[in-house]
């Protein structure tokens, strides 16, 4: 069994969300050598097929996200409804079904924390549309562990308040439209 990647790619969204991500994921070569996290919100009440639905459109593998699951790099692993992700510092996945934060389980701020204490400098977070303050807080600690903060442009968003919220709460993050975003991520190598 090999190392977990020692760089990751989380991302979160809500409100509009499938559509954001069918702009990213898809764009990433089968080659992409950093795995791809991700919390979407969906309803407790939803199966959620989400990985059946990106696997279908990504070269890399999707998978929705199991306990204890090792990070592989070049995968995108999405986190199943109503469970929060995490990521524990020997890059392992966790899930967690504590209380909800900012009404969402899973929750991007939960992630994002998570990925910010293992993987610090050598993360990239990004806030995509979504219509609540989830992930603003997770995006901060992103910055502050001298990660990477992208936030999609508001003004494109199909919901402007989580993308408005994360750019309030991070400085440091860089405002780009999804296009960009998708030419970042695309020009990620391996280290």
């Known amino acids: 069994m090999s190392a977990p990647p020692d760089r990751a790619v989380v991302i979160g969204a809500s409100a509009g969300g499938v559509q954001a991500l069918l702009a990213l994921l898809p764009s990433l070569p089968a080659d992409f050598p950093w795995p791809v996290l991700v919390v979407l919100h969906v309803p407790a009440d939803r199966s959620n097929v989400l990985a059946g639905l990106f696997e279908a459109k990504c070269s890399l593998e999707v998978k929705e ?3 204890k699951e090792t990070v592989r ?3 995108v692993y999405f986190a199943p409804s109503d469970y929060h992700l995490l990521i524990e510092e020997n890059g392992d996945l966790a899930l967690s079904s504590d209380e909800a934060i900012n009404y969402s389980r899973p929750s991007i701020d939960v992630l994002f924390e998570s990925a910010a ?3 610090g400098e050598r993360l990239v977070g990004i806030i995509l549309t979504g219509a609540n303050n989830d992930g603003a807080a997770g995006l901060a600690a992103v910055a502050a562990a001298g990660g990477v903060a992208l936030v999609q442009d508001p003004a494109a ?3 402007r308040t989580m993308p408005q919220a994360a750019r309030q709460a991070c400085n440091a993050a860089l405002v780009l439209s999804l296009e960009r975003i998708a030419d970042y991520l695309k020009g990620l190598k391996a280290e």
Do not use: H, I, M, R
């Open 157 to 159: 968003a199909y919901a």
């Open 65 to 67: 996200a199991e306990d």
């Open 117 to 119: 204490d293992a993987y």
């Open 73 to 75: 790099p070049g995968v």
